[in-house]
């Protein structure tokens, strides 16, 4: 319930009494969505730095505990956030001490072309998740990596109470973490975080090349993770009518293809294996033009 409670997606948030209280959002880092006519993404985050101030002030500094965010914003629509946005979020949290956790669970190993978004993004975590990639999605496990700080005040409540207050039946599963050490072993022995760094321009060129499609309304990305945003009008930026379904339709269509995309709204998301070649890459863009093709007949 905290986990869906602290998440921005508005469909988890419509039953079971959600979101739980004393979970607070503050604004979306959605440049092309909620940026002002004329500003800056580094004018943008400064607004929004300002923001989250007010917010702290407002609430009391003294009864906010951390600052949870995604490097990039994966079922949120792969958000990429705007230019100087954690440098001037983390200022902020500093001056309040506010602790930073950031959510690596799509963006970690690799993804990004760093081993973790955080190193990307220039963000100093003072706790940081992972999963999915720390197994290679062949077995379930995750893992919370803590600062220095975060450990020491955990250590001496469990000292005060005469235990660690956390656990899970499963943790440390052999089976699981044996596969996890491997999966870690492979990305270093195949040089995964240098094959993506390779093959991420290619993978970002491909992209832009749909920015042009009248349909387009914005395309995002970051090392092997991207996505295209589509609208009813483009000059305009009016989102086609939810009822439509038009990025669901151009999945679909893309399906029909071969080529499995996810659509988030009207955001098509890309997330291809680290292990995708080039000329794959190719292939991937050969077919989602087809698609593209379809859903423009489509259209009235």
Request: hydrophobic share 45%; aromatic share 8%; with cysteine.
């Amino acid at each position: 319930m905290a986990a869906a409670s602290l998440s921005g997606l508005v469909p988890n948030h419509r039953d079971f009494d959600l979101p739980i209280a004393r979970i607070l959002h503050v604004d979306c880092p959605h440049h092309y969505r909620y940026g002002q006519p004329g500003e800056t993404e580094e004018a943008f985050a400064t607004r929004l730095a300002e923001a989250l101030e007010q917010r702290i002030l407002a609430e009391g500094p003294d009864t906010v505990a951390a600052f949870f965010a995604e490097p990039v914003m994966g079922a949120g629509g792969v958000i990429v956030p705007p230019a100087t946005y954690f440098e001037k979020i983390q200022a902020v949290l500093r001056k309040y001490e506010v602790l930073l956790v950031a959510d690596e669970v799509i963006c970690g190993f690799c993804r990004t072309g760093e081993m973790f978004g955080s190193t990307t993004f220039g963000m100093q975590p003072d706790i940081l998740t992972s999963a999915k990639a720390l197994s290679s999605g062949y077995m379930p496990i995750s893992a919370v990596m803590v600062s220095e700080k975060v450990h020491a005040a955990v250590a001496a409540n469990s000292g005060k109470i005469g235990t660690f207050g956390h656990g899970f039946t499963y943790s440390g599963h052999p089976v699981a973490a044996a596969v996890a050490l491997e999966t870690l072993k492979v990305y270093e022995d195949e040089h995964l975080l240098a094959h993506v760094q390779s093959l991420a321009p290619q993978f970002q060129q491909g992209l832009q090349r749909y920015a042009s499609s009248p349909l387009v309304g914005e395309v995002r990305g970051v090392g092997l993770i991207g996505a295209i945003e589509l609208v009813a009008d483009k000059a305009r930026r009016t989102p086609f009518d939810p009822a439509s379904k038009t990025g669901g339709r151009l999945a679909q269509l893309a399906q029909e293809q071969g080529l499995i995309v996810r659509a988030m709204g009207d955001a098509v998301a890309f997330c291809p294996p680290l292990i995708i070649t080039a000329a794959q890459v190719d292939e991937m863009f050969a077919r989602f033009d087809r698609a593209m093709v379809r859903l423009e007949q489509e259209q009235p």
